[in-house]
């Protein structure tokens, strides 16, 4: 069996970020994991980028290798061994073709949803634009950033890097059975985002646990680059009783 089991690019990535309670995360933490937290704060990220020229075992997808991508994801972290593995749990993934959710949930009990996405991108001399929507019960919600079009390197120590740098997924199989992942990809360089507008039923997106979202405006909200991705095919089962 290969060792990757998907490659492809996700390009401009906006993140939208709001700090929130920890007893609000606590009931999706996968077994094996804890909050990873940043100047003690939790926080959740809505996100919209681009998932392009996807691979399966190094086979193109047809007709469906490139499309729009929204999740919300949260951040954790685990210890084994002296060694700290900083990840990320997601709460829902959206994307457009109901096969490709159909896959993602079948191989590797994701949260994957298919509903209607489109984007908007486009790039001047000195900003760009870019807009992801995506229609929920009939209307439809949007993330768009005006950013700055040079990029720059993230600041060690800072929230830009505390928001990106998680390479590991951590899925929930049962409440006692955790599935770890490897994603790898360089360090992605950033762009100032100048202005930004967010439209987003999270009631209806992502259950009322999280309604209270569409009243709060986010700590931050970043834009990077992007890169080549990979995901590992091997994955880690965590159980309980190993813990």
């Not at 990220?45 to 919300?72: A, Y």
């Amino acid at each position: 069996m290969p060792n990757t089991f998907l490659t492809a690019r996700w390009d401009n990535l906006i993140m939208a970020n709001y700090a929130l309670p920890s007893e609000v995360l606590k009931p999706y933490l996968p077994a094996g994991v804890e909050l990873d937290l940043f100047d003690g704060e939790a926080f959740v990220s809505l996100v919209g980028f681009m998932f392009k020229n996807t691979r399966l075992f190094g086979v193109p997808i047809p007709f469906m290798g490139s499309f729009e991508e929204i999740n919300l994801r949260f951040y954790v972290k685990r210890t084994k061994d002296g060694e700290t593995r900083r990840g990320v749990v997601f709460v829902n993934e959206t994307v457009p073709y109901k096969p490709v959710a159909w896959l993602a949930n079948k191989l590797y009990k994701e949260h994957y949803t298919a509903v209607p996405t489109r984007h908007s991108i486009s790039e001047q001399e000195s900003d760009k634009h870019i807009q992801y929507e995506w229609k929920v019960n009939g209307r439809w919600n949007q993330i768009n950033v005006i950013a700055a079009t040079q990029s720059e390197e993230m600041l060690p120590g800072s929230h830009e890097e505390f928001i990106f740098e998680h390479y590991y997924g951590y899925t929930r199989i049962s409440p006692n059975h955790t599935q770890e992942y490897e994603v790898q990809h360089p360090r992605w360089l950033i762009h100032t985002v100048n202005e930004y507008r967010i439209q987003c039923d999270f009631k209806a997106m992502y259950g009322p646990d999280f309604a209270f979202l569409n009243n709060d405006m986010p700590s931050s909200v970043i834009l990077a680059q992007g890169s080549a991705v990979s995901v590992k095919w091997k994955r880690k089962n965590i159980w309980e009783r190993d813990i």
